[in-house]
Nanobody
Framework: QVQLVESGGGLVQPGGSLRLACAAS????????IAWFRQAPGKEREFVSN????????YYADSVKGRFTISRDSAKNTVHLQMNSLKPEDTAGYYC??????????WGQGTQVTVSS
């Protein structure tokens, strides 16, 4: 059973930083990509960033490029999302996801990020 547990959300002022963590367990993640999505109230869930577990190749949505950095810690089976220069429009629930062919697409429970003065 794959489990993803997010943490690190909170309230931060515009221009501030937060570091989210996604702890993954249940199977090896070699060969897969782990992604972050976010969903603001009344809006559809949108892609933020992903990282390939083996190659560590990363990809970012244009809206976060240059401000967010995704990384993975293989020893702890954890993916981090470092978020800098946060804006009010970054306010959303942030969710970790890993699609595994033949198994399913797994989601965590999410962690709330609120950017407000």
């Amino acid at each position: 059973q794959v489990q993803l547990v997010e943490s690190g959300g909170g309230l931060v002022q515009p221009g501030g930083s937060l570091r989210l963590a996604c702890a993954a367990s249940g199977r090896p993640f070699n060969g897969y990509k782990i992604a972050w999505f976010r969903q603001a109230p009344g809006k559809e869930r949108e892609f933020v960033s992903n990282i390939a577990w083996n190659s560590q190749i990363t990809y970012y949505a244009d809206s976060v490029k240059g401000r967010f950095t995704i990384s993975r810690d293989s020893a702890k089976n954890t993916v981090h999302l470092q978020m800098n220069s946060l804006k009010p429009e970054d306010t959303a629930g942030y969710y970790c996801n890993v699609p595994i062919p033949g198994w399913g697409s797994y989601w965590g429970q999410g962690t709330q990020v609120t950017v407000s003065s």
